[in-house]
C-alpha cells in the first residue's frame, strides 16, 4: 500500500475506535447509575470490550504516528535532494560565468550570449573581464563555443508531498486487531 493509503486507513481506523469507545462509555455510565427500566448491560463485560477498543486506539495511533513520521522524513529528504539540485544547478552556473570571465580576460573570443550572461550576471564583473583583454589584444585569442549548448527541457517533479503519499510501505496496520462488539451489550439473564 502507499503511504498515503495507509495514513488515510489508519485515522479512519482511529475514528471508528474512538465511536466504539464513546459508545462503551456511555453504556458504562447508563449501566452504573442504574436507571430502573433500562436495559440491563453487564458492567465487566463493558469494561473488558473498552479496554479492548483503548489498547487498539493505542496501537492505531502509535502506528499512524509512525507513518506521519515516515511521511515527515521522506518530504524532508525529498526537498533537501531538491534543494541539492538547485544549488549544483547555480554552482555549474557560476562555474561557466567564471569561465567566460577568464576566457574574456585572455583576449578569447567568446559567443555574444555567453558575453550577455556575464553581463546580466554582473556588469562589474563583465567590465574587468573586458578591460584586461584590452591587455592582450595583441595576442591571437582562441575562438571558443557557447558554454551553454542548448537548454534541455526540464521534467516537472513530484513535490514532496506527492512523493511521500506515493511511497510504498505495506500494510503496518495488519498487525492492529479491531476488537469486535456484540451490538448492544445486553445480558439476557
Not at 78 to 93: G, L, N, V, Y
Request: charged share 25%.
Amino acid at each position: 500500500m502507499k503511504l498515503g493509503e495507509v495514513r488515510k486507513a489508519a485515522w479512519e481506523q482511529m475514528d471508528l475506535l474512538a465511536q466504539r469507545k464513546q459508545a462503551l462509555q456511555s453504556m458504562l455510565k447508563e449501566a452504573s447509575s442504574g436507571s430502573p427500566g433500562g436495559a440491563q448491560f453487564d458492567r465487566v463485560e463493558i469494561s473488558h470490550a473498552l479496554a479492548a477498543v483503548e489498547d487498539a486506539y493505542a496501537e492505531t495511533q502509535a502506528v499512524a504516528e509512525e507513518l506521519n513520521t515516515l511521511d515527515a522524513t521522506i518530504q524532508n529528504a525529498e526537498a533537501s535532494r531538491q534543494q541539492c539540485e538547485a544549488m549544483a544547478e547555480a554552482m555549474e552556473d557560476l562555474l561557466k560565468i567564471l569561465e567566460i570571465c577568464r576566457r574574456i580576460s585572455k583576449g578569447d573570443k567568446v559567443p555574444p550570449s555567453d558575453e550577455n550572461k556575464l553581463m546580466e550576471y554582473s556588469h562589474e564583473l563583465y567590465m574587468c573581464a573586458k578591460n584586461m583583454a584590452l591587455m592582450h589584444k595583441n595576442a591571437e585569442g582562441k575562438k571558443h563555443d557557447s558554454l551553454w549548448g542548448e537548454e534541455e527541457p526540464q521534467q516537472p517533479q513530484p513535490t514532496p508531498a506527492e512523493l511521500a503519499a506515493n511511497t510504498e510501505v505495506g500494510n503496518p496496520l495488519e498487525g492492529v486487531s479491531v476488537p469486535s462488539t456484540s451490538g448492544n451489550g445486553s445480558s439476557d439473564a
